[in-house]
């Protein structure tokens, strides 16, 4: 079955700094691969969706500078959150999908829980 | 905008009760509609999705009819057991977008 790994699974960071965060996808290829952040108190929010080539789609409230994204083969992605502060705590989640078309489903890894300091 | 609303914030049932998950969406398209749940420490996983209007889905005793002239989605089963015990998102998606949860309805269910 199809399998989404993240790494690392809980990090604490000093305010300020950055944490880089990665999504395995295991037994296919992940076409688009969505990054999500579940805060405390809220639900998924739409950080940015990534499609294999096609340039990557920022949702409104968060920026390439702020949660630069890579996505170089399609079982990988990483997303890095730069100058972390206390709001940018929170669940992380990447969802992978085989294709792209909206009625496919979306495999979710375990999330990276972030702590900021 | 495209939206997902999930009123119940929290469900409390005993065993064997009849679940009802409330479920609403607001869209100009086609979506596809989905459930998925997720138990504590873990990612969400889909618990059952539906791409056509009026058709009905199901999964592990839960069912969900994708009704599009009510808009709604919700979420039923006739007997929940504690292990059901879990937070319910009610999510829509598109072709050219990732899917947009709801705020999430958490269950719980006494033995």
């Known amino acids: 079955g199809a399998l989404v790994y993240q790494y690392p699974r809980r990090t604490i960071c000093k305010s300020g700094t950055s944490m880089r965060m990665e999504c395995q996808a295991v037994g296919f290829q992940a076409t688009s691969v969505a990054w999500y952040r579940q805060s405390p108190q809220k639900t998924f929010e739409l950080i940015a969706l990534s499609t294999v080539n096609s340039a990557i789609k920022y949702e409104q409230n968060f920026t390439q500078e702020k949660f630069p994204i890579s996505h170089p083969n399609l079982s990988f992605s990483s997303m890095t959150v730069l100058n972390a502060y206390l709001e940018d705590r929170g669940l992380y989640l990447c969802?992978?999908?085989?294709?792209?078309?909206?009625?496919?489903?979306?495999?979710f890894g375990s999330g990276t829980r972030l702590t900021v300091l | 905008g495209d939206s997902v609303i999930q009123m119940q914030g929290q469900v409390t049932l005993s065993e064997n009760d009849f679940l009802f998950i409330n479920c609403t969406y607001s869209t100009t398209g086609y979506p596809t509609l989905f459930w998925y749940v997720q138990y504590s420490g873990e990612g969400p996983q889909l618990l059952l999705q539906?791409?056509?209007?009026?058709n009905k889905g199901s999964s592990r005793g839960f069912e969900a009819t994708y009704d599009k002239g009510t808009t709604s989605f919700h979420l039923q089963k006739t007997s929940v057991q504690e292990i059901d015990s879990a937070v319910y998102y009610c999510a829509m998606g598109d072709n050219n977008n990732a899917p947009r949860f709801g705020a999430g309805t958490k269950l719980s269910v006494k033995p």
């Open positions: 969802g992978a999908k085989l294709g792209l078309g909206g009625s496919e489903t979306l495999y």
């Open positions: 539906v791409t056509t209007a009026n």
